[in-house]
């Protein structure tokens, strides 16, 4: 499932391309329709935990949801045909992007958008978010650490990926269940600072010196020790940790 940091780039780059232009939508596919959007011109793009919203004026957001298999396609030609399976298309004056297999692609009334941001907790990549906030959600859930940063109520973006490699960086094993709030500072710093840097380079960094290489995700060995890397079943996703850089207990 692409994580956080993917959807804020998508919605950076989709922002300056499209915002405030004329953008026409359509649903190639059938499957979305486009009537409450059309003749207006996009205002705004922004992402939310997995979530895109996209506001017009007058009109509900639009509310995207990539899902596990869900992806954008650009075209710096607007004029290049859609793929027949695409779910929306949206068309600027020098750009197109075509939206494939999300699960979520539709309008979103106030009541239901004030719910959404409700259900989420604080966003590492929103200016809004607030780390006093993030820490007291962390520290209150009584969950193994490991799955509490797959639950989008206590951090929202965080995937498996970042999981793995957060909780490395901060030396947490996943199956921690007493963390405190300096740990779940620290933690938080680190999602903030690296979250940034996978939204600038569209990938997962946990080493700003190694961009394509992570230290435990889907490695047979970890990175910095060389010990056999642990994978168990975490939050219902595999969890991948270093009995050495991430003691149990």
Same mark, same amino acid.
């Given at each position: ?100 297999? *999300?699960? %979520?692609?539709?309008?979103? =009334? +106030?009541? $239901?958008? /004030?719910? &959404?941001? @409700?259900?989420?907790? !604080?966003? *590492?990549? %929103?200016?809004?978010?607030? =780390? +006093?906030? $993030?820490? /007291?959600? &962390?520290? @209150?859930?009584?969950? !193994? ?10 951090? $929202? ?93």
């Amino acid at each position: 499932m692409p994580e956080g940091h993917l959807i804020h780039r998508y919605a950076r780059e989709q922002q300056d391309a499209l915002a405030g232009r004329d953008v026409t939508l359509s649903s190639p596919q059938g499957r979305f329709d486009p009537a409450p959007y059309l003749d207006r011109p996009l205002r705004a793009v922004e992402a939310d935990g997995k979530h895109l919203l996209y506001h017009f004026p007058d009109a509900p957001a639009l509310h995207v949801h990539l899902g596990m298999r869900g992806l954008f396609l650009r075209y710096d030609d607007p004029a290049v045909p859609p793929r027949p399976g695409t779910r929306l298309r949206l068309a600027g004056p020098a750009v197109a992007y075509d939206l494939i297999a *999300p699960i %979520r692609c539709e309008p979103l =009334p +106030a009541d $239901a958008e /004030r719910a &959404l941001r @409700a259900s989420l907790g !604080p966003d *590492p990549l %929103r200016a809004d978010a607030d =780390p +006093a906030e $993030a820490v /007291r959600r &962390l520290t @209150a859930t009584g969950a !193994p650490v490991g799955a509490a940063l797959l639950d989008q109520a206590v951090w $929202a973006g965080i995937g498996n990926a970042w999981r793995a490699e957060l909780l490395f960086l901060a030396g947490l094993d996943p199956d921690a269940r007493s963390v405190g709030a300096p740990a779940a500072e620290r933690l938080w710093r680190l999602a903030v600072a690296h979250l940034a840097l996978g939204r600038d380079l569209g990938q997962v960094v946990s080493d700003p010196t190694a961009p394509d290489e992570r230290w435990v995700y889907k490695r047979e060995h970890c990175r910095r020790c060389g010990s056999p890397v642990r994978t168990w079943q975490v939050g219902g996703r595999t969890a991948y940790a270093c009995p050495v850089d991430q003691p149990a207990g």
